[in-house]
């Protein structure tokens, strides 16, 4: 499959079966988080993984969004390692550099079969004092993970209603 099939192909998964996803392929999918590119190359992003019931309760307790999944990944920027702006004071890349991270997690994900969906409906404040994050570690975006539900189809009715590209480009 080419990239762009693969990009058009995926679709934000909102149901998700009992399965549990393979060591291997949590490899993967963190592999893929490694790679990313990062400004500088700094790689702030710090990546958790929720898998145990004890944590899937307290983020499904955070967040309505979990939707199931038995896996997810709550990725966050380490603002102690983020490139800073010198002429913006308090501008730094960790959103940006997390955004990519997250973007090749659910792009590998979706080529090894499993779904996701990434996710920023949540306190980011309560997940820090939910999971006794130190105060440099802040959290960007979630990305549940899992095989989808017999039957899942993409839940958004625009999921494929795209704007056409010469109403976003403009040569200049
Ligand atoms: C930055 C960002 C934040 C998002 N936050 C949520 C969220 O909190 N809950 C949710 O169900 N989907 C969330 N989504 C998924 C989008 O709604 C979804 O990607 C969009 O509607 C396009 O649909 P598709 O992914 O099926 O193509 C988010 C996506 C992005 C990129």
């Known amino acids: 499959m080419s990239f762009l099939e693969l990009a058009r192909e995926r679709y934000s998964v909102r149901a998700y079966s009992d399965k549990p996803v393979e060591q291997e392929k949590i490899d993967l999918i963190l592999e893929a988080a490694q790679v990313a590119p990062t400004a500088v190359n700094y790689q702030p992003q710090m990546v958790y993984v929720l898998k145990s019931e004890a944590a899937l309760a307290k983020i499904n307790r955070l967040c309505r969004c979990i ?3 038995p896996l997810v990944f709550l ?7 983020t490139w800073k702006s010198q002429s913006e004071p308090g501008y730094t890349t960790g959103e940006m550099d997390c955004s ?3 973007t090749h997690m659910m792009l590998e994900a ?12 949540f306190d980011s404040r309560a997940i820090a004092e939910a999971f006794n994050l130190p105060a440099h570690i802040r959290p960007i975006c979630l990305l549940p993970v899992g095989y989808a539900a017999e039957g899942s189809i993409p839940y958004a009715p625009w999921h494929d ?12």
């Open 161 to 172: 209603v795209y704007r056409p590209v010469e109403s976003f480009t403009k040569e200049l």
């Open 100 to 102: 990519i991270v997250c």
């Open 67 to 69: 939707y199931g999944a």
């Open 110 to 121: 979706w080529e090894l079969g499993l779904g996701s969906v990434w996710v920023r409906l």
């Open 75 to 81: 990725i966050c920027s380490d603002e102690s390692k």
